[in-house]
């Protein structure tokens, strides 16, 4: 229990560090939303179907985030990116195996179901997802229907989200209407909402 809370406490004093630092270097202004205090945020998404950065874009849109796919809009509060060579990224989503050179600065989700981890020097927080026993996240009772796609989240280990703030064990359910997202794209998506500071009860009912 005790290196568990120091695993927890030196992955926040990471995120408050590497913000602190982004602060400084960035030319871009703050952005205060209803979940908290932003830098522009980029996150890399590498996937066949484009599922989650679709799933991303009308979420965070819906909840009034500015989102974008090129860094050139020092607007947006998102960017949601399909990887270029190169880049580093605040958050980056692996759901299929990378093959673009790219490095995440902050949290590296994971599908470990289809993609291997290696070992890297990279300082960044990996988040694995999959329906393995031993991924971080997972899902049961997950049903498909014509209209819906519902499961039910399982955090099976805590979390930091960008703020710092523990995101602990947890279930819920989650329901994502017309789309035609398998469970990965639906894992990844809702992982990445809680880590940007968004509430369980807001992922209850999706509709795209």
Do not use: W
Request: net charge positive; glycine share 4%; charged share 20%.
């Amino acid at each position: 229990m005790l290196l568990k809370t120091i695993k927890e406490q030196n992955a926040i004093n990471f995120l408050k560090l590497m913000r602190l630092k982004r602060i400084k270097e960035s030319k871009l202004f703050l952005l205060t939303k209803n979940i908290g205090v932003f830098l522009l945020i980029t996150v890399g998404i590498c996937e066949s179907d484009f599922k989650i950065t679709q799933l991303a874009n009308h979420f965070f849109a819906h909840h009034g985030f500015i989102c974008n796919n090129t860094i050139c809009d020092s607007d947006a509060d998102f960017i949601f990116d399909s990887l270029k060579k190169g880049t580093h990224y605040d958050i980056l989503i692996e759901n299929k195996t990378l093959n673009t050179p790219v490095k995440a600065n902050y949290i590296h989700l994971l599908n470990s179901d289809d993609v291997t981890l290696t070992p890297c020097t990279s300082k960044c927080i990996f988040i694995t997802y999959g329906l393995n026993s031993f991924a971080t996240v997972t899902a049961s009772s997950i049903h498909y229907d014509d209209n819906c796609l519902k499961f039910q989240y399982c955090l099976q280990r805590n979390i930091v989200n960008l703020k710092g703030a523990i995101i602990e064990c947890q279930e819920f359910p989650v329901c994502i209407y017309n789309s035609s997202s398998v469970i990965h794209s639906a894992l990844a998506f809702t992982t990445l909402a809680l880590i940007a500071g968004f509430n369980p009860p807001l992922l209850k009912d999706i509709k795209i």
